[in-house]
């Protein structure tokens, strides 16, 4: 493709992940970086050269104003997004938000209804697993397997901002004034897991272990489903190097990692295995590259408006099983008072 024909994008955040989603969105070469927003312009030229950027703010207003990018990617801390989302969809942007996309359903059903008024929009979760073949082959195999008994998914690494709690500061990932905590910001792989590959539970408990700012360091979540139950394991205190899995009868779904799915075998309940995964692509994030660009470019086709429909269903049951978990262990955020 031409760089003429390239979706022009814009980022917020200028942390390590935005430099994972440029390549990724370079790599896919459907994207072209033009634009970055940064608290400091300084910041904003000093990260966005380096990828050929050329337009650069400090200013929120005259940056969603500029039409010199048509998409963008918000990788700013949690609470921030639901702002910047809502004047991008003003803006007439397409829309590609980091998880969790907003903090609550509150928020969700305002950015629904903005999105409404600004069909030229579209919002995309950045929830980068379920665009990976891997995701996609266990969500076909789950279809087939005759009984499910429920999973265990597991996703649990410890943080080096951990070590910033541990020191008695409070950086944004383990604040309630960002949303943040452990079930936010990697609990959501393994919700999306649930959801996408068992739907929605009738009934869910989280029990977390607290930190001093008051969200949560770790936990465990219990999703009901109507035959049987999930087990999320979640934390950012801790490593764990667990298989997850799902139960047929004899028969079982065996993963390295419910986020990563780098590894996904089929294991019969006899000595026989099969190997479900293909090997992934080098940048995780790749999947999503591809997929959001298709839908863009394709507005009009049957599959991409399908996909879309799907990822949004999927976006807004993920930010309410999110919000219910943490209401059933009295975790709140200034985002939920406003
Ligand atoms: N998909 C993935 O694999 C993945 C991985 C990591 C993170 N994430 C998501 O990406 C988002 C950002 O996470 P992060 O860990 O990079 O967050 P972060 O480091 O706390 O902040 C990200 C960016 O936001 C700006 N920022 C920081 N503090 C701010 C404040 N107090 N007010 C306004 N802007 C502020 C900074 O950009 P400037 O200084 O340039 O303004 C910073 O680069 C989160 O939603 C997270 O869940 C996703």
Redesign the pocket.
Same mark, same amino acid.
């Given at each position: 493709m031409e760089v003429a024909n390239m979706i022009k994008l814009g980022i917020?955040?200028?942390?390590?992940?935005?430099g994972?989603?440029i390549e990724a969105a370079h790599e896919s070469k459907e994207f072209k970086l033009t634009s970055?927003?940064?608290?400091?312009e300084a !910041?904003?030229k000093d990260?966005g050269e380096q990828y050929g950027a050329t337009n650069f703010y400090?200013n929120v207003t005259d940056f969603f104003a500029s039409d010199s990018f048509e998409a963008i990617y918000?990788?700013?801390?949690?609470s921030?997004?639901f702002e910047q989302i809502k004047l991008a969809i003003k803006a007439g942007k397409k829309v590609i938000?980091? !998880?969790?996309m907003v903090s609550n359903p509150t928020e969700m059903a305002e950015v629904q209804e903005v999105l409404k008024k600004h069909p030229e929009s579209q919002l995309f979760e950045?929830?980068?697993q379920i665009h990976q073949e891997n995701f996609k082959i266990i969500e076909q195999k789950v279809t087939v397997m005759e009984t499910i008994q429920g999973a265990t998914l597991t996703y649990m690494k410890y943080s080096s901002?951990y070590d910033a709690i541990l020191a008695g500061e409070e950086?944004?990932?383990f604040s309630p004034k960002?949303s943040g905590g452990a079930l936010?910001?990697l609990g959501?792989y393994v919700v999306y897991d649930a959801i996408a590959w068992f739907g929605a539970p009738l009934k869910v408990q989280y029990y977390p272990t607290m930190l001093p700012t008051g969200v949560d360091g770790k936990g465990v979540a219990i999703l009901t489903y109507k035959d049987f139950n999930v087990t999320l394991n979640v934390g950012k205190t801790a490593n764990s190097y667990l298989m997850s899995e799902i139960y047929g009868l004899k028969d079982t779904i065996v993963m390295d990692n419910a986020a990563e799915l780098n590894e996904v075998v089929y294991r019969d309940g006899s000595d026989k295995e099969d190997m479900l995964s293909q090997f992934p692509a080098k940048n995780?994030?790749l999947a999503e590259a591809n997929a959001f660009a298709r839908v863009i470019n394709n507005p009009g086709d049957a599959a991409s408006i399908a996909d879309y429909k799907k990822w949004q269903a999927l976006s807004i049951a993920v930010n309410q099983v999110l919000f219910d978990l943490r209401q059933s262990a009295g975790i709140e955020f200034p985002a939920d008072h406003k």
């Open positions: 917020i955040g200028t942390n390590w992940i935005t994972q989603f970055v927003y940064s608290r400091s !910041k904003a990260f400090d918000i990788a700013s801390p949690n921030l997004h938000a980091e !998880k969790p950045a929830a980068r901002r950086p944004n990932i960002f936010q910001d959501v995780p994030m």
